[in-house]
Nanobody, 119 residues
């Protein structure tokens, strides 16, 4: 019912910047909370940043001050602006949209986009 697609990943040098985008279709976008996760090889998937329906944001300590999450409810997109990138930021980044309505959880994931930080 809901399709989530990430884009914007790639190869960047340490200290550089990337902007990830996530587009959702087939949903009432404004009702969903949105998160960015990442998973590096051999490690657990971790929450990087989240934004609520009323635009409250939260960040992992490792990215706070460097990353910014934002949403556009008209365009049905969520963004992750990543600055001052470090090699340890290398991972597959996933977009997640979720909501709970009348006791039922709706949870949708994108396919992921690779971010590689290397010189």
């Amino acid at each position: 019912q809901v399709q989530v697609v990430e884009s914007g990943g790639g190869l960047v040098q340490p200290g550089g910047s990337l902007r990830l985008s996530c587009a959702a279709s087939g949903s009432i976008f404004s009702l969903y909370e949105l998160d960015w996760y990442r998973q590096a090889p051999g490690k657990q998937r971790e929450l990087v940043a989240g934004i609520t329906t009323n635009a409250k944001t939260n960040y992992a300590d490792s990215v706070k001050g460097r990353f910014t999450i934002s949403r556009d409810n008209v365009q049905k997109k969520v963004y992750l602006q990543m600055n001052s990138l470090k090699p340890e930021d290398t991972a597959v980044y996933y977009c997640n949209a979720h909501t709970t309505e009348w006791g039922k959880t709706y949870d949708y994931w994108g396919q992921g986009t690779q971010v590689t930080v290397s010189s």
